[in-house]
């Protein structure tokens, strides 16, 4: 009997009380900062090597094409790396498409801007819309 009583009691005490509620997943966090973080110096250093030989330009470049989907790959988000990949390269290019159209070849007297400097504004234009679109779906 002892035993059958001993057993009861294990049995009550193994049961919670109340029913604990399933925890709920935290909510997801933004992590634009990281981005944004890793492609300042990467444009900075592409913006002051133009006027040089221009090798920091193209590491400046070449990281800017990669930050992006790196911070999305490392946070588990393989479709929004591949998505920022995508848009990093294609943004710029029809900046490039669009701007280099806007100019008129060599820089003349009274000309606004060479098809040269059109397509480099182009390519930041298509760069910002790029990071910005990274930076909103950063989650």
């Given at each position: 009997?002892?035993?059958?009583?001993?057993?009861?009691?294990?049995?009550?005490l193994?049961?919670?009380?109340?029913?604990?509620?399933?925890?709920?997943?935290?909510?997801?966090?933004?992590?634009?900062?990281?981005?944004?973080?890793?492609?300042?110096?990467?444009?900075?250093?592409?913006?002051?090597?133009?006027?040089?030989?221009?090798?920091?330009?193209?590491?400046?470049?070449?990281?800017?094409?990669v930050?992006?989907?790196?911070?999305?790959?490392?946070?588990?988000?393989?479709?929004r790396?591949?998505?920022?990949?995508?848009?990093?390269?294609?943004?710029?290019?029809?900046?490039v498409?669009?701007?280099?159209s806007?100019?008129?070849?060599?820089?003349?007297?009274?000309?606004?801007?060479?098809?040269?400097?059109?397509?480099?504004?182009?390519?930041?234009?298509?760069?910002?819309?790029?990071?910005?679109?990274?930076?909103?779906?950063?989650?």
């Amino acid at each position: 009997m002892r035993s059958l009583v001993a057993a009861a009691i294990a049995a009550f005490l193994s049961v919670p009380a109340h029913a604990q509620p399933a925890e709920e997943p935290a909510p997801p966090r933004w992590y634009g900062w990281q981005i944004a973080a890793a492609d300042a110096p990467l444009l900075a250093l592409a913006a002051t090597s133009l006027d040089g030989g221009g090798e920091g330009a193209y590491i400046g470049v070449a990281g800017l094409l990669v930050t992006g989907p790196i911070v999305h790959g490392l946070h588990g988000e393989g479709g929004r790396a591949a998505g920022s990949a995508v848009l990093r390269v294609l943004a710029p290019a029809l900046g490039v498409l669009v701007g280099s159209s806007t100019g008129r070849g060599e820089h003349e007297e009274g000309d606004s801007h060479t098809s040269i400097e059109g397509a480099a504004v182009g390519a930041l234009v298509g760069y910002g819309i790029a990071l910005g679109v990274d930076l909103l779906i950063a989650r």
